[in-house]
Nanobody, 131 residues
């Protein structure tokens, strides 16, 4: 596992943009951040955790939930051990705790690579979008 810590959450209004960061640390000797696929998830009040986006080890593959396609962008900077989620045109219903997660990347990638088991999770950062 790898230690993950999110930052960048806060309060915004409908239509605002916000960027979340997820910094990885505690990597085992011989491992690099590029060993992991990264994902973002969110959990709104009273609802189950929802997949948002994923990015492959090198950043060559991305996948987005239909609800955020065209508005959110996932990226990573492996030199800085950090993954980002840029959120544009935010909606009130997207108020949630946003968490990043990591899983070991496996090549070749299957069609459902983004649905693999994530075994490292950050504590989450609150995003609140007002009407």
């Amino acid at each position: 596992q790898v230690h993950l810590e999110e930052s960048g959450g806060g309060l915004g209004q409908t239509g605002d943009s916000l960027t979340l960061s997820c910094a990885a640390s505690g990597l085992a000797s011989g491992r690099t951040f590029s060993s992991y696929d990264m994902g973002w998830f969110r959990q709104a009040p009273g609802k189950e955790r929802e997949f948002v986006a994923a990015i492959s080890r090198s950043g060559g593959r991305t996948y987005y939930a239909d609800a955020v396609k065209g508005r959110f962008t996932i990226s990573r900077d492996n030199a800085r051990n950090t993954t980002y989620l840029y959120m544009d045109s935010l909606k009130p219903e997207e108020t949630a705790v946003y968490c990043c997660a990591a899983k070991a990347g496996v090549a070749p990638y299957s069609v459902n690579w983004y649905l693999g088991r994530y075994d490292s999770w950050g504590q989450g950062t609150q995003v609140t979008v007002s009407s």
